[in-house]
């Protein structure tokens, strides 16, 4: 094999495992935005519950 040969199939190599390594991240940040949607929600949910619970809570206290 030639030293042009070579550092050819060297080049394609290291492009190839470039672009594997950006799928990966590119996975990575998926997963991270998922899981940022999912912390949300859930964060949502019990500040939302929280809320009903201290109205209610109120209510209770002082009625009309």
Known sequence: M???RE???LVEALIRMLGKSNEKV???ADRVN???VM???S???V???IEETEQKA???KYPS
Do not use: A, G, I, W
């Open 26 to 28: 590119n996975d990575l």
């Open 47 to 49: 500040h939302y519950s």
């Open 39 to 41: 912390l949300r929600e």
């Open 43 to 45: 964060l949502f949910l």
């Open 34 to 36: 998922q899981l940022e």
């Open 58 to 60: 109120n209510f209770s």
């Open 7 to 9: 550092l050819e199939v």
């Open 2 to 4: 030639t030293k042009e």
